[in-house]
């Protein structure tokens, strides 16, 4: 791949990989199933780390499910305090904004959360990735300097990520994974541009 990945050829890369969608059907559904999301989160783990790896996109195999289980765990940790944490403060605080008659703000203010959670959570998992190591997360002003460094570049993608996520949400399971899938490898690849220079 190029030097400085392009969001458009990457996300046609990854739409022509041999078996993309299958590979999206399998995680779409497990991710409907909470516990057996874990198995969806294992993959987009393993994506990440094989994406950093090669510098390019590819889909890795749904094999070695204990491991793949495992690989889960490491994600939720990082989606858990990265992404659903900072949303479920803005739902929080969209149902306070609302109580007072600020209902229309509170809605662009949870869309404004997700689009930021989703960019921190794509640093922090590129983070942690570089060591496996779980402390390397709480480096939080490390994580926020790595989102502010990149965010004109990953603003498309995390727009993108969002809209998914606004009109596929009936089909949540496959909106996420779908989506998660586009993130992660972009970011990956973009970070890794960053570090290779």
């Not at 983070?127 to 300097?145: E, H, Q, S, T, V």
């Not at 949540?172 to 972009?186: E, Q, V």
Request: hydrophobic share 55%; proline share 5%.
């Amino acid at each position: 791949m190029k030097e400085t990945p392009i969001f458009e050829e990457v996300f046609n890369r990854l739409l022509k990989l041999p078996g993309f969608w299958v590979n999206l059907l399998i995680g779409g559904l497990l991710s409907f199933v909470p516990i057996v999301n874990l198995f969806a989160f294992g993959y987009l783990f393993r994506l990440s780390h094989a994406v950093r790896r090669s510098g390019q996109p590819v889909l890795p195999a749904w094999r070695d499910w204990s491991g793949l289980f495992q690989d889960g765990l490491r994600f939720a940790v990082v989606w858990l305090g990265y992404w659903l944490l900072p949303i479920l403060c803005a739902c929080f605080v969209t149902w306070l904004m609302a109580c007072i008659g600020l209902g229309a703000l509170s809605n662009i203010f949870l869309l404004s959360v997700v689009l930021l959670a989703t960019l921190l959570f794509s640093s922090a998992l590129y983070r942690y990735n570089m060591r496996k190591d779980f402390k390397d997360l709480l480096d939080f002003a490390l994580i926020l300097r790595m989102t502010r460094m990149e965010w004109p570049r990953l603003l498309v993608p995390a727009l993108v990520f969002l809209g998914m996520m606004v009109l596929f949400l009936p089909f949540y399971g496959f909106a996420i994974f779908a989506g998660f899938l586009m993130m992660i490898t972009y970011t990956s690849l973009r970070f890794r541009s960053l570090e290779q220079s």
